[in-house]
């Protein structure tokens, strides 16, 4: 009974002091429960209920919950000093920018610590407009990138844009993959093109081979520079350490967040070209954070990238992710009449569903056996499946098993219509 009455609490409060309507959601969609604890790839209710985490904090889980060794790396720090004092040199933070300098593409070398992907996203904008002195920006249709005033004017949907608008100005909105698009408004005034290698929330979207490198070389015939947005793509999530490598592109300016910190501390990045970087050093004022660059944050996010290296997490990636996605693909042959596509690169997937209300259904099944998945948020046609990258395959034959039966239901209820 006290369990109960915890639970019952906890939704009230959610109801009066968070938001009413999203304790509706969960209690539709059957999540009338509290998460209690998560190691690895399980979480657990209060209940005793196990979940496999398929969703992984929508990107940030990459090493799982509760990584032993960005742990202890916390711990270890919080006994020294957990927050800067501002005005003395921070070791974590040099470490973690030097070794964001090693692992960027190409040139990129100078870095700036934040608390999230939405501030690096402002972080990097501001900076492509002091570099270029332009005030145009090019951005995708159906794009994420946050929802502050800046990153919502570069996010490519209207449905987060329109209660807020007017928007800052300068901002055009063009077809993703679609390099014509592009090439025809992008021009002398336009300070940057910001683009997701993948698009995320816009329902798993891989680009042709060709479409990256013809931005680049757009951005560089116009003088514009090139913002990859790897905030949910980066740090090996695609079965690369950064979903540009596939394509050989070494953007301007990358900015990464979610799964820098390593499931345990927020931290966001924008790292950039030492010439890009210039108007940042001559007045080193001009852009800061309070809590950015934290000592707790840095220290996680130096143990995080150390353990994707040692526990070959980029390679687990892309074989896991290959391995998954040919299970789904035999189930989406069975039931054509369910999943339209199968689609991803490394432990970043999407399966396309033939109509937007399955997946209510889906989740909801998938969740009474155990699995935590969610739909896109541009495209709610569109179940996202991001696990940890430490996922196995005897995990990931368990999903495929909870998503088989949910699709056959789902098949039964649209034979019923």
Do not use: W
């Amino acid at each position: 009974m006290e369990k109960e009455r915890v639970i019952e609490e906890t939704i009230e409060k959610y109801e009066k002091y968070i938001n009413p309507a999203v304790a509706r959601l969960f209690r539709f969609m059957g999540l009338s429960t509290i998460e209690q604890h998560a190691s690895g790839v399980i979480i657990t209710d209060s209940n005793g209920k196990d979940y496999i985490d398929c969703l992984g904090g929508y990107g940030v889980f990459s090493l799982g919950h509760r990584h032993p060794r960005v742990v202890e790396a916390v711990k270890a720090q919080v006994d020294r000093m957990p927050m800067s004092s501002k005005v003395l040199f921070n070791k974590p933070m040099a470490d973690l920018a030097e070794l964001m300098a090693k692992i960027t593409p190409g040139d990129l070398q100078y870095s700036f610590f934040g608390n999230s992907g939405t501030e690096a996203v402002e972080g990097a904008l501001k900076l492509a407009k002091v570099h270029t002195g332009r005030s145009k920006i090019v951005s995708t249709v159906n794009s994420f990138h946050g929802k502050t005033l800046g990153a919502l004017s570069a996010t490519g949907r209207d449905l987060f844009r329109d209660p807020f608008q007017p928007l800052l100005s300068g901002f055009a909105h063009v077809p993703f993959g679609d390099e014509a698009a592009i090439a025809e408004c992008i021009d002398a005034d336009t300070a940057a093109v910001i683009v997701e290698p993948i698009q995320g929330e816009g329902g798993i979207i891989v680009p042709s081979d060709e479409y990256l490198p013809a931005l680049r070389e757009l951005c560089d015939r116009h003088g514009a520079l090139l913002i990859c947005d790897e905030v949910q793509t980066g740090l090996g999530r695609t079965g690369r350490m950064f979903a540009c490598d596939h394509y050989g592109v070494v953007p301007d300016i990358i900015t990464t967040a979610k799964a820098l910190g390593g499931g345990v501390m927020p931290i966001g990045a924008f790292t950039a070209r030492p010439q890009i970087f210039e108007e940042y050093v001559t007045s080193p004022f001009l852009h800061t954070s309070t809590f950015g660059g934290n000592p707790l944050a840095c220290s996680a996010a130096i143990e995080t990238i150390k353990v994707i290296y040692e526990e070959n997490l980029i390679e687990k990636a892309e074989t896991k992710g290959r391995y998954f996605m040919e299970r789904l693909q035999k189930i989406a042959d069975s039931f054509p009449g369910v999943i339209q596509e199968v689609r991803g690169k490394g432990l970043m997937i999407g399966v396309e569903l033939t109509k937007e209300g399955i997946g209510g259904l889906l989740m909801s099944e998938l969740i009474n056996k155990g699995v935590l998945v969610a739909y896109t948020l541009n495209n709610p046609k569109v179940i996202r499946i991001e696990p940890p990258l430490i996922i196995e395959e005897a995990t990931i034959d368990q999903v495929i098993s909870a998503f088989a039966y949910a699709v056959e239901q789902a098949y039964e209820m649209l034979e019923d219509l």
